[in-house]
């Protein structure tokens, strides 16, 4: 069984800086593509950055420059470094297996002063 679990989120100021985890299990992520979707209040989830198996990256135009996804294979896990963080970027932070379709419970982020 696929589960995906997501930390690391919280209650940072602008400007401010988080890492997202999302630690994988009945699946191994160094053959798998992952992404990391978001979803605000009101608006459609998104996807905000994405990795596949052979390490080719994609972001949202929204994040280049500030988010960085990455994985440790070793440790089964996917992080979201996210840096420069602004209000807009509050949202619901979601791990995704993107070949079996399935998400993580999700980790709230909010940007706020």
């Known amino acids: 069984q696929v589960q995906l679990v997501e930390s690391g989120g919280g209650l940072v100021q602008p400007g401010g800086s988080l890492r997202l985890s999302c630690a994988a299990s009945?699946?191994?992520?160094?053959?798998?593509?992952l992404g990391w979707y978001r979803q605000a209040p009101g608006k459609q989830r998104e996807l905000v950055a994405s990795?596949?198996?052979?390490?080719?990256?994609n972001y949202a135009e929204s994040v280049k420059g500030r988010f960085t996804i990455s994985r440790v294979n070793a440790k089964n896990t996917v992080y979201l470094q996210m840096n420069s963080l602004k209000p807009e970027d509050t949202a619901v932070y979601y791990c995704?297996?993107?070949?079996?379709?399935?998400w993580g419970q999700g980790t709230q982020v909010t940007v706020s002063s």
């Open positions: 995704y297996d993107m070949q079996r379709g399935y």
């Open positions: 009945g699946i191994m992520i160094s053959i798998n593509a």
């Open positions: 990795i596949t198996s052979g390490g080719t990256i």
